[in-house]
Nanobody
Framework: QVQLVESGGGLVQAGGSLRLSCAPS????????MGWFRQATGKEREFVASIGWIARYANLTDSVKGRFTISRDNAKNTVSLQMNSLKPEDTAVYYCAARRSDSESAYDANSYDYWGRGTQVTVSS
């Protein structure tokens, strides 16, 4: 069974950093664009970042630009999200997902057909 497994979440003070990782099992996603979404309690899931199978193509939502970086290592079949200068409003469950193709919207959750179970990120003020 194909799974995406996130790790690296936790509790951090405002201004701190965390690095999330996503490691698929059951198949490789090295040719797939990948993304990170997050969902805060009581809110809808929102796009955070995406990266093409060619790593130079990356997108970030405006609220995290300059603070978050998405990267991938196709040899290791992993995708990472480096989060710096964290704010309390970054608190959410973060999900890794695999997008069907580059032709589909990176910002639309419906473009992704494989999802992880999520990892909790909590930023205290």
């Amino acid at each position: 069974q194909v799974q995406l497994v996130e790790s690296g979440g936790g509790l951090v003070q405002a201004g701190g950093s965390l690095r999330l990782s996503c490691a698929p099992s059951g198949r490789t996603f090295s040719s797939r664009p990948m993304g990170w979404f997050r969902q805060a309690t009581g809110k809808e899931r929102e796009f955070v970042a995406s990266i093409g199978w060619i790593a130079r193509y990356a997108n970030l939502t405006d609220s995290v630009k300059g603070r978050f970086t998405i990267s991938r290592d196709n040899a290791k079949n992993t995708v990472s999200l480096q989060m710096n200068s964290l704010k309390p409003e970054d608190t959410a469950v973060y999900y890794c997902a695999a997008r069907r193709s580059d032709s589909e919207s990176a910002y639309d959750a419906n473009s992704y057909d494989y999802w992880g179970r999520g990892t909790q990120v909590t930023v205290s003020s």
